[in-house]
């Protein structure tokens, strides 16, 4: 008997609408073209000789890059593709067959080079390793050696490294599982990692408030269940928040876009950019007001209390790092991001990042400062301030 032949066709489809691929309302489709170039029903890879696939624009088309998709996911990838921009065409060159299309740079305010894009990772991912490690050593240490003698002012200081400890946790897992996990799973990354930073806002303002009471009341400000109730504000308002986000569907995958097009990072965070203005830049706007009043506040006392004291030697040094200190914990390096514009945004991200991402370390470094010299003067509390709350 003689053997059937079999053949295959080269099947060419084209789609003038991504809804089936797209699943990040950042990706930008040039022309909202899909071209997918398949051969029978076995996926076609590592090819010798690339395929060639054109796709046409205008000469104030801005750049972009060839991509495949991921039909699992819906992400997007250039990996085996290079791409070749002439005067009306991107010409992709690729060595395999897929969904082909042409992703588009999107309008950013910021946009960093490959070298400073991947030296501020690096920085984020250890600085944040570096947060997660010394915020539970914090944790531990206050449950094993200073919640006995310790006062209200160290408990706010362990809800803030609590709520530093899960942010930079989440944010961790957020970029590592963005791209492989499920819309399910990210998007429930996304809400507990905007709940986590509204945690931790909240808790910085609340330390601006504890500072605002052992300031300015000093006396007669008992408040009955104190840190229950600045428990309740500071866990359960970012709660609110989020909550009423998600009814939304405001979460999933999220683009952090660099120089390229696909010079990129991908997490799980907000999708919407007004709901990300309105609950995080408007939201700290106001914390970091307060907050930076209260400090204020502050340094006019030390500032009267060494007129009023006699001058002793080492003084000026240790108000300056109690500023320093407060600084860090009321949380105002955050302000730096209004501040990413023009000749200033290249080394403004670089402090912004580190100064934010070792808040962790920065805060246990703080207590421990604080616990030597409670213990040095041989107070009976841990480390904090007095407060009759």
């Not at 740079?105 to 030296?119: F, I, V």
């Not at 501020?120 to 094993?144: D, N, R």
């Not at 990042?353 to 470094?365: A, D, P, V, Y």
Request: glycine share 6%.
């Amino acid at each position: 008997m003689k053997q059937a032949k079999t053949s295959n066709w080269v099947v060419i489809t084209v789609f003038n609408d991504t809804l089936l691929f797209q699943n990040s309302e950042q990706d930008e489709i040039l022309e909202n073209t899909v071209i997918g170039v398949t051969v029978g029903s076995d996926p076609i890879l590592n090819l010798t000789d690339r395929v060639r696939v054109a796709f046409k624009h205008n000469n104030e088309t801005r750049n972009g890059s060839c991509v495949y998709c991921f039909l699992s996911t819906g992400n997007w990838s250039e990996k085996g593709c290079e791409t070749n921009k002439t005067n009306n065409a991107f010409i992709c060159n690729c060595n395999h067959l897929s969904f082909f299309a042409i992703l588009m740079k999107a309008e950013t305010p910021h946009s960093l080079d490959e070298t400073n894009t991947q030296a501020l990772q690096y920085i984020t991912y250890i600085a944040s390793g570096s947060s997660v490690l010394f915020t539970a050593i914090t944790i531990a240490l206050y449950f094993l050696f200073w919640k006995r003698r310790a006062e209200k002012s160290l408990a706010v200081h362990v809800h803030l490294s609590g709520s530093l400890f899960l942010l930079h946790l989440l944010f961790l897992l957020s970029v590592a599982l963005a791209q492989g996990s499920s819309e399910g799973l990210c998007l429930a990354l996304g809400l507990l990692l905007h709940w986590a930073l509204l945690c931790c806002f909240t808790w910085m303002a609340i330390e601006g408030f504890h500072l605002y009471m052992l300031l300015v009341k000093v006396y007669n400000i008992y408040v009955h269940r104190y840190l229950l109730k600045l428990s309740l504000v500071g866990w359960g308002v970012p709660l609110v928040v989020v909550t009423a986000c998600a009814a939304a569907q405001k979460y999933g995958r999220y683009r952090i876009q660099g120089e390229g097009a696909l010079n990129s990072t991908y997490m799980c965070w907000i999708q919407d950019r007004t709901v990300n203005y309105v609950t995080i830049t408007a939201y700290f706007g106001m914390i970091f007001l307060f907050n930076a009043v209260m400090l204020g506040i502050t340094v006019v006392k030390m500032h009267r209390l060494r007129r009023s004291r006699m001058h002793r030697e080492g003084s000026w040094w240790k108000d300056c790092m109690t500023v320093l200190g407060l600084g860090c914990v009321l949380g105002l390096p955050w302000a730096l991001a209004f501040f990413a514009y023009g000749p200033l945004e290249l080394p403004v991200f670089y402090i912004f990042t580190i100064l934010n991402s070792f808040q962790g370390l920065f805060l246990f470094l703080c207590l421990l400062a604080l616990a030597r010299q409670s213990y040095k003067d041989g107070s009976s509390s841990g480390p904090g301030s007095s407060a009759h709350t």
